[in-house]
């Protein structure tokens, strides 16, 4: 017999919240919105988030933060080294603590960090999220998404904080790595995919940092953003947008960084206005770790800590994390007369709603049995780690020396060719946790370059040297390292980023940079092993782009890996022996200069090429969408199936793809619009349709994109979404600046206003494989 209507399942979701929230006290309500976070004591306490520290003091044990049953558990096991057993068992006590505080027995949403795969000790480490961007595959990325999905909820968690989508600006930014790239469509259809792939298995996506994040003055971690309304809703905004109203997300998380003077934390515009009375929204908002409480010691736009929560209430928020900290001041400013009850219900139905959907009171569920211990790393998943590392390597540059010869003598030189840490992002397990442990093991088995390299070329004589740290300004080892090259038929030199937290890393969260020269030492040793004529690979493994204009001209080949994960040192090497014909894409360029230019290829005219204007060139050394491989592709017969289109119409754009290699490829074929003349500045190009196919040698496809007048539209000057008449060039083709096929069509009669509903914001794609005559 069904104790409660809440517990009803033929009831509508919106039935039984309405019933239980008629059942909470206003403490039990505040409760909902909250959260705790049980850290264990280990290592540097300033590691795991901003300013943890600060809030550890004072803070209340976790059953009196329970007493009135609990919103959210955060990071129950991605905050120690516990097996999965243990963390299981963990959370199934954390849970039986809030069932009892709760007088309904409601049980607490757990999340978790999940941008590289779970960030649990044990679990498959993926790429990091600018290694997604550079596979150009949303279908690879939505078979990531729902792997994470499964395992989360078969051991009991039922949220994850990802995707990222704030869209690069600045290269110096630390975050970089976490990012999909600097396109917002590039960003939106993966990020999409991530979503759907996730929440198919019952785990609810967290976009974040909403918005404007990347943005920040000088790439500085949580500095201010100063865009324009047009510049957030035309770029920042674009990924959000598609993931809410095409993926159907479940979570928002704010960003830290204040939007023009505003902090989104407190911002009802973007909460609730644009969220969800425009875009539809129906989720939760989650707040950034402790983001409510630097309304008031960061931001200063509320002079307490009960201002601050009766703001960003106010504004939209749903919940606190990572722990309840200012939301228990709710009740007095109640009762104060400062916050209206219905602000407070409005918030707590939502979370109602969504333990409901979960299915966390449906009648037999019990979380302090629910989890199950499982295999973190299987075969599988490390079989996808590796197809998914394969996928988004680039290969930049190739004057025959790649494919490696498989006897050759080769000098592995620089720290990244020894450093397995090196291919993890600042949210793995191994950087963000086990890093700050005396050991720095790795949580999963992480095989190096080296090793790789040795497996990959049993016939090779390989000697490995590091020459120099990767953070270290000692040059000592960079003579011996000069010698290895001299006596090695090709030095492979494997140079770039260790990733940390706040400072700790050369890349990730708080660890920005001046300029784009390599850190420490790194550029001295490339210097020194160019220098002895040895043919030289530079191999990159990075978390954001570096310059390599002084280099590029004395490589034979550049090799480009983002934080390609576990299994990184298998796909590098195997594209170094030719195993693997690479098809990553760039997406973000590869600037020349090292003296840190913010700008991406998203730019209008003065923020491009102007002779006689500026003595700076801001075009990148390789640019966005750019990579080869180790066959070439054709690009052919473009045709647009009409010359004018209504402002409300289509236009196929087609092109032939032809492999005229002597192996099989795989090949992003890249739409980008110009629109030559509009009303008010717009960019010179940009990126609104791609796919990634594969040809066999000398097969060809013919590739259909699908534009609709929607995705030509812009904010005019009045900023009202608009689809302007006027003449529209297409560019297809092999990267941003490949201007191989070129042609146009025309929008005919008055301007259409878009509005802010619904619209298209994906062009589809379609690929009919070609017969040759006769066959």
Known sequence: MIAAPWRDPSLSTAERAEALLADLTPEEKIAQLGSYWKRPEMGDAEGFAPMQSTFDEGRDPFEAAAQHGLGHLTRALGSAPLDARAGVEQLRALQAVVIAGSRQGIPAIAHEECLTGLMAHGAT??????????????????????????????????????????????????????????????????????????????????????????????????????????????????????????????????????????????????????????????????????????????HRVAGTTRDAAVATLRAGMDVELPETSTFPELLDAIAAGELEQEVLDTAVRRVLRQKIALGLLDP?????????????????????????????????????????????????????????RSFLGCYSFTNHVLSRLEDHGTSVPVPTLAEALAAELPGAQVTALPGVAINDEDTSGIPAAVAAAEAADVAVLAVGDLAGLFGAGTSGEGCDVADLRLPGSQHALVEAVLATGTS?????????????????????????????????????????????????????GIPRGMGGQPGTYLAPVLAWVSEGISNIDPQPLYPFGFGLGY???????????????????????????????????????????????ASVVRPLKRLVGFTKIGLAAGESARVTFTLHADCTSFLDEGYRRIVEPGELRVRVGASSEDATLEGSFRIVGPVREVGDGPRELVTPVGVERVVPAGA
């Open 125 to 298: 480490t993926y790429p990091a999220a600018i290694a997604w961007g550079a596979s150009f595959d949303p279908e690879l990325i939505g078979e990531m998404a729902a792997r994470i999905g499964a395992d989360m909820r078969t051991l009991g968690t039922h949220m994850g904080l990802s995707p990222v989508l704030d869209v690069v600006r600045d290269y110096r930014w630390g975050r970089i790595e976490e990012t999909l790239g600097e396109d917002p469509y590039l960003a939106g259809m993966l990020a999409t995919a991530y979503v759907r792939g996730l929440q198919g298995e019952g785990v609810v996506a967290t976009l974040k940092h909403f918005a404007g994040h990347a943005a920040s003055r000088a790439g500085r971690n949580h500095a201010p953003v100063s865009i324009g309304r047009r510049e957030l809703h035309e770029i920042d905004l674009v990924p959000f947008e598609m993931a809410v109203r095409l993926g159907g997300a479940g979570a928002v998380m704010n960003s830290y960084a204040d939007l023009d003077g505003i902090a989104p934390a407190a911002s009802r515009w973007l909460l609730t206005e644009l969220l969800r009375d425009t875009w539809g929204f129906e989720g939760t908002v989650v707040s950034d770790y402790w983001a409510v409480n630097f309304l008031q010691s960061m």
């Open 536 to 588: 030289v690979v530079l191999v990159l493994v990075t978390g954001r782009p570096y310059a390599l204009g002084e280099y590029a001209d004395r490589c034979a080949a550049i090799v480009q890996a983002f934080m390609p994960g576990e299994e990184g040192g298998g796909a590098i090497a195997g594209v170094l022996s030719g195993r693997v014909n690479p098809s990553g894409r760039l997406p973000l």
């Open 631 to 677: 066959t070439r592709f054709a690009y052919s017969d473009l045709t647009l199936s009409a010359e004018e289109i209504a402002a409300d119409g289509a236009v196929e754009i087609s092109a032939t793809v032809t492999n005229t290699g002597d192996r099989e490829g795989r090949e992003v074929v890249q739409l980008y619009l110009s629109d030559p003349v």
């Open 364 to 420: 037999g569920h019990d979380p302090t049995t629910a989890g199950e211990a499982i295999d973190l790393d299987p075969p599988q998943s490390r079989a996808l780690a590796r197809r998914m590392a394969e996928e988004s390597v680039v290969l930049l540059r190739n004057e025959g020396a790649l494919p490696l010869a498989p006897g050759a003598r080769i000098a592995l030189l620089g720290p990244t060719g020894l450093e397995a």
